[in-house]
């Protein structure tokens, strides 16, 4: 089937304006998992979902940055109030359980903030 | 918590071998996995390694440690192809992963 798919896959607004970005899973992964990277530095992970609920949000920097997962299958990050430190490719991954499978991840979406 | 350590940049050449480190420290151990990254594209998988040993997958093969808190990944017979940034990785928890800084190869011809 299909993989994991995320849109937009550049994303560049405003300093201080509202983005939404969408994560739609591989069919039948309970788990899905947000993640930031930036340029030249490893995922950093920020939010992890078992099917609708937030089981581990500790990664998420402050409280501008929202996620859900409504149906339990696609999953919408949230920002606020951007800033241009929020620059940086957000990945989205899932897995078929969460406990120590592998993880298939999404090509990502570009944010820039100007 | 977790810690994980990776040299930054490699190159090598054609057809030659290279042996890519990860060292980590960690509360509590559930496997460890290697991830391949080509620029702008999203991590795909490459191995899964939870007991000691080599585990040898075509032209690659990862080996761990754990009483040594040590993995590497081996690439032999390199193709251009194979430049890209090698990602290591460990479940916290078993569930979300905390990622190495990631080590960027580059193959030259």
């Known amino acids: 089937g299909a993989g994991v798919s995320q849109t937009p896959s550049n994303k560049v607004t405003e300093k201080g304006k509202y983005v939404e970005l969408r994560c739609d899973p591989i069919s039948g992964h309970t788990a899905l998992y947000w993640y930031r990277q930036s340029l030249g530095q490893g995922p950093e992970f920020l939010i992890y979902?078992?099917?609708?609920?937030?089981?581990?949000d500790s990664g998420l920097p402050n409280d501008r940055f929202f996620a859900v997962r409504p149906e339990g299958s696609v999953s919408t990050l949230k920002i606020q109030r951007t800033e241009r430190g929020d620059s940086a490719m957000y990945l989205c991954a899932s897995s078929q359980t969460g406990t120590g499978d592998i993880q298939y991840f999404g090509a990502g979406t570009r944010l820039s903030v100007l | 918590g977790q810690n994980i350590d990776q040299p930054t940049e490699m190159t090598a050449t054609e057809g030659a071998i290279v042996q890519i480190n990860c060292t980590y420290q960690t509360s509590g151990f559930n496997g460890l996995f290697w991830y391949q990254q080509h620029a702008g594209e999203a991590p795909t998988f490459l191995s899964y390694n939870v007991l000691d040993g080599l585990e040898e997958k075509g032209r690659f093969s990862s080996f761990l440690s754990r009483s040594k808190g040590y993995s590497y990944l081996l690439l032999k017979e390199l193709q251009m192809k194979d430049s890209a940034s090698y990602l290591c990785?460990?479940?916290?928890?078993?569930?979300?992963?905390?990622f190495g800084p990631g080590t960027r190869l580059s193959v030259l011809p």
């Open positions: 990785a460990v479940p916290r928890g078993g569930q979300n992963f905390v």
């Open positions: 979902f078992q099917g609708t609920g937030a089981a581990d």
